[in-house]
């Protein structure tokens, strides 16, 4: 990482654009959340799009993600990865006709 | 002989062992976050009830969010200070980080506590009044004929704490001792008699003897009469009852209180009616409750309004399917003491500040009958795994702030000295500090929509 | 800077005096030390004490399985001592009404008995004692990369390890519900009480959050000294397996044991206020509908549980591994056949781990395509174990070998992990599982790989290092005294249990299946000789326990750096290492595994061995520290 004065210097302004970028986006979920999609779903699927926007900004640019040493990528990809994992399987097996369900959302019933 | 790397990064790794050491952490707080949102995942995909959406105060939540997302911005200006060499800069964005993060702990406690006053009460039809209660709480006002300890865990100093002057029996819920929180009766001051006829007390040792008594016939059990009327005045939060009827009631310890129920019915402030999971919105039981038809009047009217605007905006859907009019509609919330002022509220509009802790409100009072209830409880972990998960994950949320403040006044008052002569340290500890500050605004970034939000 | 050589020729006291500069007090020397040595055998030496009060624990529930109703032997005797006569007294009065043991009792020791032998016995002293001990002196580090946490690892482990232990004695015990304390039955376990912070079931989730945060604690900093820490010339394909093995187990605590601590914390919130996060809409106990809000789910449990504890079982056998794959090549003189098809398979076991947990939950209803998924992960699984398996039985092909001790645990290691690996496969078809799932074939499978397996391979490992450690060798004919009735008697206990397993035996019986008599009088016998297995194999370890206490001041003294001829860095330090380790930094030359390697001049060559032919020392890890 080059992190010499000046080039920290420079990127204090970014900082701050950031930090602006972060406040407006929350004004944004809120309202978003106020407006009716139809359906929950719609307002959850917008609502998470945003904030997962958000949380890739404080990682890329505050937490510097946008420039780290490879071993760190490989810790934080795999931690994701097993989350995915917990995420996706703990549903899936909670409710196994899950996956019939997609299915027939997407083809119809039988 | 010094440990290598504190400092100045290893060439092939190109890290310094704290940041190896931070960003390790920081996986497995993304497994912990990530245990307790699959968690959340899980039990919003399982709930048998109407998910609460926009529950929590929003503005609250939302200037917390602010204040974090400044936090990081600051916490980040406070690196670039020491990597900048500019002490001013370095010093006054880490103590306004510090500074946000006991700001952001203050909004959170008066979240808390208002949660904590309020209260929701299940009818046996589905229907929920959510609201305050008195000051006294809701309260069990029962009349003792006989006491039966269970020496095994007796504990009388328990117990004994809800011992009154007996109630008048004229009933309702308020007696004789002027509805406020009754006053209790020293321990002493109690004289039971046992089955021989002895007169004794429960205080220590006349309990001790009891029981030794007790040990030597072969007994675990002692029935005891009360010699001047007494009753039982039992808050019921915190106190639970292992059950009770109109002819008993059991305490956790095993004791059994036989008598008279004279009073157990609840006092609410009602600032709810939740019609959602009643068969019938116009048959609920709240209705009856409310005494004042007014209510039901000013129900009806809001439920038309909503199904007017709904109707425009979604011509040809079912609203009975829509989450979001189902809320507006048959959720009604209440802005005044009587149907009057509550029109007149409304039609003068609520101000924007209105759902603020300082904000002053004024509800219709209801008595609910127990036998009308089915559960209730106040807005803790208690009433439902929505508030559940939702104080447990702000709860640890909360945690780790307070953690990250600490460790940052600790860099504050103990390290700032480095910023001469060991700069490059310093820097390192902040960037850890940070680090650790950034995954914890991040987590709240998805805690808010989550939770307050969607 | 010159290689450390050999055999130092030197008063070993000498050194010790060099090294300790800043002479610190005794209590922050030995008790409140930083330094992974230390800290190692404190954990060593607590892990010895739960693992012989869990076994303990164990016999007292073999008791009753084999005799059902009939009064333990010795209460009276215990009852009769001064100090403690009056508390056995006291408590057996309540636990075991005259001398026969209560349901609640058995409950209690089985549940305490899982929980100290995974969480309190074997993890401390697989990971954290082997582990800290000699992980740093085989990369070459003075120390771990933050000493202070090191040592806070061990007090919270410690604390947890008390809090769990001072349980027994609340009014209602110490956990009843199984090591994997499923919910409903654990939230609801002495749930309608007065007081529910002071249940046995309160202060087991207590204790495990602080056993967990100790793990988390200590596996970030086992990692960052393996990144980090690693000295000249050590790069990653001259780490020993051992330090592979701990490197992988320190990822597996990382990152699955925060969905335990999830699970812990939301099981303490349902306990203490409330909640429903795992109580079901509904649930009716002794015939009450509980006061809860329900909506929870008792799965949720058992995923986070597993998510855990399916890579738990090989935190616990990874360890294993590591301390074996010294033993071997040392004690057959032959290099490590496969090092890095092992370290390949390590990894791959590591990551696989997280994706086979529902196969403990096969009976929970899932449905097929999840079951499927799970079968095939856990069928997939057994491919890098039986790898890791091979390659050291392979390694002992045309070795000449020692049978000391330590290589006696570590062949006999090798069938016994092989029967509970194999075992385990027809458990990992849901089909099989349907019949097999909660019965003794259960208990049989991961005791084998347990038991005879991982703590076989910890008792190689206290004879190997042992010496470095004390400066002295352990005897060893008291050892082959150990060795050879431990043997027998683990099979003798475990082997049986796959023939009751097959006839339906539950594992949670408490009279052992008495009550079941019409279908299981056939083999109600072999638990009587479980059971006498139990106790000759509590026979077996006194020869241990003796040798162990006599050897520390008694044993043969080591006169050599490095006795048994090994070719790891640890065996370069003065003996035993004084604080700082190394009289100067070492430097690495070559793999770690060079046995009988044809054409040098003796059957070893160390890694710090600068002079044999083969010498290298990669400058891609710069030798200069940038603090000195
Ligand atoms: C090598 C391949 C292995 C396979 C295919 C395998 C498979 C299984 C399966 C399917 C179960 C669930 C049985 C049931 O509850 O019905 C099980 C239980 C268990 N296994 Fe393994 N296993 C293997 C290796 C290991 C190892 C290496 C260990 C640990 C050191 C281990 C420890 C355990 C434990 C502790 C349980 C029981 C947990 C409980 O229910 O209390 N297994 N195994
Ligand atoms: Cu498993």
Known sequence: MANSPEEVAKHVKTYLKVGIALLFLTAVTVWLSYVDFGTHSRNMTIGLAVATFKTSLVVLIFMHMNHERPLIYKFMLFSMLLLGVMFTLFVFVRDDGLLLKGYEAVFGKH | MEIPYTVTARPDTGLWNAKIGVWLFLASEVMLFGGLFSSYIFLRLGADYFWPIHELNVKMGCFNTAVLIGSSVTIVMAWAGVKMRNYKMYFWNLLITILCAFLFLSVKFFEYKAKIEHYGVVLKDGTILLGHQPEEGYRYKFNADAVTLNFKEADPAYFMRYATKAFAEHGGAHDEHGGAATPTLPIEGVKFKTEDGKVTTLATNDFLSLKAAAKEAKKDSVKLTPVEPIGFNVQLLPQRLASHSDKTLAFLDGTVVEGKMVSDKMELHVDVIDTRAAPDADKSMAWAIMKDAGWKHAFDEAREEHLKKFKESHPGDDPMKSDHYLREALRFEIHGETPAAHEANHKQGLGFFHDMPWAEHHYPTVQIEAKDIQRWSNFLPKWNTYYAIYFTITGLHGAHVLAGALVMLYFLVFNSRWFKTDPEHLANRVETGGLFWHFVDLVWIFLFPLLYLL | ?628
Not at chain 3, 140 to 157: E, T, Y
Not at chain 3, 400 to 420: K, V
Not at chain 3, 458 to 469: E, I, N, Q, S
Not at chain 3, 601 to 610: A, N, V
């Open chain 3, 1 to 628: 800077m010159s290689a450390t050589t050999l055999t130092h020729d030197h008063a070993h006291d000498d050194h010790a005096h060099d090294h300790a500069h800043h002479e610190p007090g005794w209590l922050y020397k030995y008790i409140f030390s930083t330094d992974h040595k230390v800290i190692g055998v404190q954990y060593g030496i607590s892990g010895l004490l739960f693992l012989l009060f869990g076994f303990f624990l164990m016999m007292v529930m073999r008791w009753t399985i084999a005799y059902p109703g009939v009064p333990l032997p010795g209460i009276e005797f215990l009852s009769g001592l001064p100090v403690i006569g009056d508390v056995v007294t006291h408590w057996t009065e309540r636990w075991a009404p005259g001398g026969i043991v209560s349901p609640d009792l058995y409950n209690m020791f089985g549940a305490m008995h899982g929980t100290i032998m995974v969480f309190m016995g074997i993890v401390p002293l697989g990971f954290a004692a082997f582990g800290n001990y000699v992980m740093p002196l085989q990369i070459g580090a003075i120390d771990m990369a933050f000493p202070k946490l090191n040592a806070w690892s061990f007090w919270l482990f410690f604390i947890g390890g008390m809090l769990m232990m001072a349980s027994f004695f609340l009014p209602t015990g110490a956990a009843q519900t199984g090591w994997t304390n499923y919910s409903p039955l654990a939230t609801t376990t002495h749930y309608i009480v007065k007081n529910t912070w002071l249940t046995g079931q309160t202060w087991w989730l207590a204790a495990m959050v602080f056993v967990i945060s100790s793990s988390l604690l200590g596996s970030v900093n086992f990692i960052t000294t393996l990144l980090n820490l690693r000295v000249r010339g050590m790069t990653f394909f001259r780490l020993p397996f051992f330090c592979w093995a701990m490197l992988v187990t320190s990822f597996l605590l990382l990152l699955a044991f925060p969905p335990l601590e999830v699970a812990a914390i939301l099981q303490l919130f349902d306990r203490v206020f409330g909640s429903s996060f795992f109580l079901p809409t509904g649930l009716i106990q002794g015939g009450k509908l509980l006061d809860i809000s329900g909506g929870g789910s008792p799965l949720l449990y058992q995923h986070l549980f597993w998510f855990l504890a399916h890579p738990e079982v090989y935190v616990l056998i990874l360890p294993a591994f590591a301390i074996i794959s010294d033993v071997i090549p040392c004690n057959a003189r032959r290099p490590l056949w496969g090092y890095k098809m092992m370290v390949y398979s390590a990894l791959t076991l590591g990551f696989l781990s997280f994706l086979v947990w529902a196969h403990h939950m096969y009976l929970t209803g899932m449905g097929t395509t999840m079951a499927t998924y799970f079968q095939i992960t856990t069928v997939l699984i057994s491919v890098p174990s039986v790898i890791l398996l091979t390659c050291l039985m392979i390694s002992l092909w045309g070795g000449s070998i020692r049978f000391n001790t330590q290589m006696l645990f570590a062949s006999a290691f090798l069938p016994m992990f092989g029967i509970g690996g194999l075992t385990g496969l027809p458990l990992a078809f849901s089909f099989i599982d349907l019949h097999l799932h909660d019965t003794y074939y259960v208990i049989g499978h991961f005791h084998y790989v347990v038991a005879p397996g991982t703590i076989f391979a910890l008792f190689a490992g206290v004879y190997h290092w042992f010496p470095k450690v004390t400066g002295r060798f352990m005897n060893d004919t008291l050892g082959k005294l150990h060795f050879w009735p431990s043997l027998l008697f683990m099979n003798v206990i475990f082997g049986p249990m796959f023939v009751q397993g097959f006839a339906g035996f539950h594992r949670r019986w408490y009279d052992g299946g008495k009550a079941f008599e019409s279908t299981t009088q056939d083999l109600l016998w072999t638990n009587e000789l479980i059971s006498f297995g139990a106790w000759g194999l509590a026979i077996s370890q006194v020869p241990f326990i003796v040798n162990l206490w006599l050897s520390i001041k008694g044993g043969k003294k080591v006169t050599n750096d490095n006795p048994w001829g090994a070719t790891t860095l640890e065996w370069c330090t003065p003996t035993p290492p004084g604080h700082g380790n190394f009289l100067s930094e070492p430097v690495t030359y070559r793999g770690p595994y060079e046995y009988s390697v044809p054409g040098h001049d003796s059957d070893f060559t160390p890694q710090f061995d600068g002079q044999a032919p083969g010498a290298s020392a990669p400058a891609a890890t710069p030798p200069v520290a940038s603090h000195h």
